[in-house]
């Protein structure tokens, strides 16, 4: 079984990418016969046109995965520019999707309305990360419930091109972990860097009292509940984010101090208490890998040049079977 991931720097990563991909992809490890991990800035380029932010984001982001246990005895991370066969293969691809198809995408036309400009790579968006789960041959891939929709377009691509040109793609299957599909920003939307309601996973130290996750996780919106009023955990965005650092008992527990009216200033600093905790660890080992810029990128050129080998191998044979 190979997995594939990929996530994009177009920002600080955020909380609900730690739930919702990190940490479920990385729980692969050792157990998939081939893990690969990918930044995706190619994709990154339809909302971010600042080379030297581009630059940082994707390094830090190298940092958060290493941060966060990512084991390069393991699995295989490098960033998606490095592998130039990522848009050979989606111009391949391109040929074949129909326009009705790329037409249908929500998550193309929910961007638009959010103000990012309608650009040809935004709209073919979904031919691209077709092309990076395709060239890899991937059998897994975990996504949010936001990009299943991608990943089926990814499947209907896969199919026609071995219907017209012979069995060349293995057919991805979608992971999706309910519990976690969206995690709510701090505005109660999808946690988003788009939307500006996210919670840092790393940064400011919040623990200093000016830190960026900490004003985000005491802005979080609640409704207008009395401070010792009942409160209903299934609707506050606060418990919402908080449950996911707690266990099943943990959790029980909590909802029953918001239904005997635990005030939401208090629930917030529950939050941030947890917060701390969870991430206390990762964030001193990420502080290590900081002081180690040599290792971090043979980390990543030994990913790109593994990666690299497949991609080439997945090539050789589309280039054959559409006369290449």
């Not at 500006?196 to 919106?221: H, R, Y």
């Not at 701390?276 to 002081?291: C, G, I, S």
């Amino acid at each position: 079984m190979r997995v594939l991931s990929g996530i994009q720097p177009s920002g600080q990563l955020h909380i609900g990418n730690y739930f919702g991909s990190i940490k479920p992809n990385l729980g692969y490890q050792g157990k998939a016969d081939q893990s690969f991990f990918f930044i995706a800035d190619l994709h990154a380029l339809t909302t971010v046109q600042d080379g030297a932010a581009l630059r940082k984001s994707r390094e830090d982001i190298i940092l958060d995965y290493l941060a966060c246990g990512f084991d390069p005895d393991k699995s295989v991370l490098y960033y998606q520019s490095q592998i130039p066969e990522h848009t050979e293969l989606m111009w391949i691809l391109s040929v074949l999707t129909p326009m009705g198809l790329l037409e249908r995408a929500v998550s193309y036309k929910e961007k638009v309305e959010k103000g990012i400009t309608a650009s040809a790579g935004l709209f073919t968006y979904p031919v691209l990360m077709a092309a990076d789960i395709l060239l890899y041959q991937a059998n897994l891939v975990p996504v949010g419930k936001d990009q299943k929709q991608h990943l089926e377009m990814t499947r209907d691509i896969a199919v026609k091109f071995n219907n017209v040109f012979g069995e060349t793609f293995t057919i991805p299957d979608p992971l999706i972990r309910e519990e976690v599909a969206v995690v709510p920003g701090t505005d109660g939307q999808k946690m988003s860097k788009s939307y500006g309601n996210t919670i840092p996973l790393f940064g400011d130290d919040p623990s200093t009292g000016s830190g960026a996750a900490k004003k985000a996780i005491m802005g979080i919106v609640s409704d207008s509940k009395g401070a010792n009023d009942p409160k209903d955990p299934d609707t506050s965005v606060i418990f919402q984010i908080h449950k996911l650092f707690l266990t099943p008992a943990e959790q029980k527990a909590l909802a029953a101090e918001y239904r005997n009216g635990l005030p939401y200033g208090d629930a917030k600093k529950k939050l941030l208490d947890a917060y701390l905790d969870f991430f206390a660890p990762m964030r001193k080992k990420r502080e290590e890998y900081v002081k180690k810029p040599d290792l971090v990128r043979s980390i990543v050129e030994e990913g790109a040049a593994k990666a690299k080998e497949v991609a080439e191998e997945t090539m050789e044979k589309v280039r054959k079977a559409v006369g290449l």
